[in-house]
Nanobody, 121 residues
Framework: QVQLVESGGGLVQSGGSLRLSCAAS????????MGWYRQAPGKERELVAT???????NYAESVKGRFTISRDNAKNMVSLEMNSLIPEDTAVYLCNYNIRRSLWSPRLEVWGQGTLVTVSS
């Protein structure tokens, strides 16, 4: 079974920075897309950023220019550098991997439990 564990969340003042990381455990043959999503209280889960195994990135308009996603393929880790944080960024941030557990297994989605980011004004 593959598990993802996020770290790096916390409380930060508006204008501050945080770095989130996501580590995987378990048997993984390949990780295709890695991503970060967030869910604020009373709102739908939304995409924050994704990065493919080729390094192509995609960002939500609301975080472009402030957040940077990166990945370490050797460690199956993904990080999210968040700068110029604003109160609207307050949410639980979850990492997501699109993986294959073996050469013959189908692709599947794996989610972490999430880490809380709170930005005070």
């Amino acid at each position: 079974q593959v598990q993802l564990v996020e770290s790096g969340g916390g409380l930060v003042q508006s204008g501050g920075s945080l770095r989130l990381s996501c580590a995987a455990s378990g048997s993984i043959f390949s990780v295709y897309v890695m991503g970060w999503y967030r869910q604020a209280p009373g709102k739908e889960r939304e995409l924050v950023a994704t990065i493919t195994d080729g390094g192509t990135t995609n960002y939500a308009e609301s975080v472009k220019g402030r957040f940077t996603i990166s990945r370490d393929n050797a460690k199956n880790m993904v990080s999210l550098e968040m700068n110029s944080l604003i109160p609207e960024d307050t949410a639980v941030y979850l990492c997501n991997y699109n993986i294959r557990r073996s050469l013959w297994s189908p692709r599947l989605e794996v989610w972490g439990q999430g880490t809380l980011v709170t930005v005070s004004s």
